[in-house]
């Protein structure tokens, strides 16, 4: 199990460690199941290698009940962290663990110089944690994506150009 660094209503958040990656697999094959590595978010994380430092685990009582990964890559030439997968258990998804984990990682990737960040994901949730699809029109992912599904945070201009490491 990972070292605690923030205890949250339940559970504590954690970075995550070489010996989740089992944990985080099963987490993520519960949640996605084996349609996941069919998804371009996949394809993306196979440009260039997790981001352990910024990538973070939920633990509640020793179980991992949620994760976020991230990928550094660049859209054109602008360097951006990717954010995903999020995964989070299904009897915790009431409880704002994967809130807590999006925060968690975006502090820790814009303390880590990367202030954009990147995501397919659904805009009314990731909203409230200043993603929009309002400047990812442009941007190229590794295979077909609804567009209106890219989202970002940090752009004060419009991102533009493939997707790459």
Not at 78 to 87: D, H, K, R, S
Request: glycine content about 10%; some cysteine.
């Amino acid at each position: 199990m990972s070292p605690q660094i923030q205890p949250v209503s339940g559970f504590y958040i954690a970075p995550e460690q070489v010996s989740d990656g089992p944990a985080i697999e099963t987490l993520l094959d519960h949640a996605f199941g084996p349609g996941r590595f069919t998804k371009v978010s996949e394809r993306v994380r196979e440009l260039a290698p997790l981001r352990r430092d910024v990538s973070f685990c939920a633990w509640e009582a020793g179980r991992l009940v949620g994760c976020v990964r991230m990928t550094a890559v660049r859209v054109g030439e602008q360097p951006v962290m990717f954010l995903g997968p999020l995964a989070v258990e299904a009897d915790q998804r009431k409880a704002g663990t994967g809130g807590a984990l999006v925060l968690e990682a975006c502090a820790a990737a814009e303390a880590a110089g990367f202030p954009v960040i990147v995501l397919v994901g659904d805009e009314p949730y990731f909203a409230r944690f200043g993603f929009s699809s309002a400047l990812t029109s442009a941007v190229v992912l590794p295979g077909p994506v609804d567009q209106r599904r890219v989202l970002a945070r940090g752009a004060s201009t419009p991102l533009q150009g493939t997707v790459r490491a």
